[in-house]
């Protein structure tokens, strides 16, 4: 994460960086983190059905 936020903010804009894909990945990584399963798994539901509809 110390790698990904700086470069994400740098190449996309501050707007951008509030978008529910870059929220999901947020909530992956510190799903990674933690080693937390659902954690891993909300964010992967979320953005399905956010996206499929």
Avoid: H
Wanted: glycine share 8%; aromatic share 12%; net charge positive.
């Amino acid at each position: 994460m110390a790698v990904l936020v700086p470069v994400y903010r740098m190449k996309y804009s501050p707007s951008k960086s509030l978008d529910f894909c870059a929220g999901a990945l947020v909530l992956t990584l510190i799903g990674w983190w933690t080693e937390n399963r659902i954690q891993l798994s909300l964010p992967a539901g979320g953005m399905l059905r956010l996206q499929l509809f």
